[in-house]
């Protein structure tokens, strides 16, 4: 098998530091050879994860995938929920391994008979009250607050690094409806999110969106217009009390 050198000043830098992913992280480099012409960035939150993908110049959507992770020293694990590109690969998990220095981090593994490296650069981190990973349960609509429980169909939404993204799937079919994500800003009750992809519609990329929020027993209340211009106001709670995996 053909060896993939990696740039050496990645391990030439002293002592590695203890390893801690979250945050979020654009793609620089795959087998060796710099990404160029097309932007992957991949959240991490609270043992979960996400990326989305996109062309640089047209900003049309290529793919995410995304789900739990467990980081144990160097190695390293996904367990897919959601995969646009393969969605057969749904509910797989899959070992890596994994080296962090300088705002770098080395992911590698073996994968059906092949080398896969990539290197993903830290471009976000630091946490405010709404840096989670979050499940939607629930809407208000006409002052009545109706409640969902999530399960194989559920729709996620993590913040982390000043970055946000947002999926909604069916773990169980393997089904994908849809995802958007970009930067976001949560100050003093005011939210904002500025769309850098968006699945369902390129020529939404760079809208900003204006909300208010509020924190309630633990949950986030989110509310102003949508996407699509229509009034929301939507409860999130965080995914590790809301979501109760099937036994």
Do not use: C
């Not at 929920?81 to 080296?99: A, C, L, M, R, S």
């Not at 994500?181 to 005011?190: C, M, Q, R, V």
């Amino acid at each position: 098998m053909k060896k993939i050198l990696i740039l050496p000043l990645l391990f030439l830098t002293g002592l590695l530091y203890a390893q801690n992913i979250e945050g979020a992280w654009k793609m620089t480099h795959k087998n060796g050879q710099p990404v160029t012409g097309e932007e992957y960035v991949k959240l991490y939150q609270d043992g979960y994860f996400a990326f989305g993908a996109k062309e640089s110049d047209s900003n049309k959507f290529l793919g995410a995938g995304g789900g739990e992770f467990s980081l144990n020293g160097e190695d390293y694990s996904e367990t897919l929920d959601f995969y646009t590109f393969k969605p057969e690969y749904v509910g797989n998990t899959t070992k890596f391994h994994i080296n962090m220095a300088d705002g770098r981090m080395v992911i590698t593994a073996d994968l059906d008979g092949q080398t896969l490296v990539e290197i993903w650069e830290k471009v976000g981190s630091g946490s405010n009250d709404l840096t989670n990973n979050w499940v939607f349960t629930g809407r208000q609509q006409d002052g009545e607050i109706s409640r969902s429980t999530p399960g194989d169909r559920r729709t996620v939404k993590i913040l982390t690094g000043g970055r946000f993204q947002w999926i909604a799937f069916n773990s169980g079919t393997k089904e994908f409806m849809g995802t958007g994500g970009g930067t976001y800003i949560a100050d003093d009750g005011k939210y904002t999110e500025t769309i850098e992809f968006f699945s369902r519609d390129d020529d939404r990329v760079g809208d900003s969106l204006n909300f208010t929020y509020r924190i309630l027993d633990g949950e986030w209340h989110h509310s102003g217009l949508s996407s699509t211009g229509n009034p929301i106001y939507e409860i999130w709670t965080r995914y590790k009390d809301a979501y109760k995996p099937a036994k």
